[in-house]
């Protein structure tokens, strides 16, 4: 386990002890600490906390994360209502804060994902372009980019292919070409992209530079 890891799943035994009364919890607390691994504990232990206390904001954040854990879970009715239920949750004004609202990031994934599954891909970028603009406001709490944010981008992209909106298509592959995170990860899946979109608009020398660009970056990891 790496030491991150340690970290956080330390600090989530100090929240799970505070469930018992021990000490009393403030809006901070909440907005803030991160359950590493979703469980069932930790999300049950949480749910009591604002049950408890109900002049804590936290709802959105609890039906977001326990979206996700269904969703990582192959628990698609599941995963959808509590995405829904997140939302809805943050839109009657029941949770007000940029903390809570950058928790539908997990929603919108969810939501995009089986909008895709289903073939909805015009539904699927509009969940992804929500999923988008909420990622901008990552930056301001925590002061580093949004890891779901080049999955966004990437989703938007694969939907717009299907769609046959090329030039949009490209316009967010060209974005992740800027993001060095998601590039070391899938950069050549990113230039294998944009080399298809090329040669779908009969641009030849573009869907080979891309094409060649995408086989250095596989012959490089195969190299390590």
Known sequence: MSNIKK?????????LCSVNGQRPYTQ??????????????KLNSLKNVLSRDKSLEGWTKYYAFKGYYHFR???????????NKAIDTYSSGEDKNLYQKCTLEKAYFILGYYAR???????????????IEISHHYR?????????????????????????????AKKYYKYLMNNS?????????????????????????????????????VEDRFKE
């Not at 901070?28 to 504990?41: A, H, N, S, V």
């Not at 599954?117 to 999923?131: H, I, K, M, Y």
Request: a neutral charge; hydrophobic letters at 40%.
């Open 181 to 217: 995170w998601y590039m070391d990860r899938a950069g050549w899946n990113v230039l294998n992209k944009l080399g298809l979109v090329a040669q779908y608009q009969s641009q030849l020398d573009s869907a080979k530079y891309y094409y060649h660009k995408g086989l250095d970056l």
């Open 73 to 83: 879970n192959l628990e698609k009715d599941s995963a959808i209502f509590y995405a």
């Open 7 to 15: 970290i956080i799943n330390c600090l989530f035994l100090v929240f």
């Open 117 to 131: 599954v289903d073939g909805n891909f015009r539904l699927a970028v509009d969940f992804c372009l929500q999923g």
């Open 140 to 168: 301001k709490l925590y002061g580093r980019e949004s890891k779901y944010l080049p999955y966004f981008q990437r989703d938007v992209a694969n939907s717009y292919i299907k769609m046959g909106y090329l030039s949009s």
């Open 28 to 41: 901070k607390y909440i907005d803030t600490f991160q359950m590493g691994t979703i469980t069932e504990e």
